[in-house]
């Protein structure tokens, strides 16, 4: 089993930054890859950035150029650096780890607030 604590959401203005992370625990090992997603009031939840234990990275259209997904593997943490926060980008940000430890499952983490507005 894998466990995810995210952590850095808040209040920022718009066109501020923000630095929020994901803390993974247990089955480590396992974790193919991990992802961000967020999910704001009235829409469903959507991908905003993956990486996997390669290193390759994806992004959806509205947040390229301005979000940069990370990992340290020595910390066992996925990051995601937010930049030129719009209020669009408003929504609760949840982590998502794939993993294999035997059968292919997935886990999420409690998720964390982030709310952009002056």
């Known amino acids: 089993q894998v466990q995810l604590v995210e952590s850095g959401g808040g209040l920022v203005q718009p066109g501020g930054s923000l630095r929020l992370s994901c803390a993974a625990s247990?089955?480590?090992?396992?974790?193919?890859?991990m992802g961000w997603y967020r999910q704001a009031p009235g829409r469903q939840r959507e991908l905003v950035a993956s990486i996997t234990n390669a290193g390759m990275t994806n992004y959806v259209h509205a947040v390229k150029g301005r979000f940069t997904v990370s990992r340290d593997n020595a910390k066992n943490t996925m990051y995601l650096e937010m930049n030129s926060l719009k209020p669009e980008d408003t929504a609760v940000y949840y982590c998502k780890a794939y993993y294999n430890s035997g059968s292919h499952s997935s886990t999420w983490g409690q998720g964390t607030q982030v709310t952009v507005s002056s």
């Open positions: 247990g089955s480590i090992f396992s974790i193919y890859a």
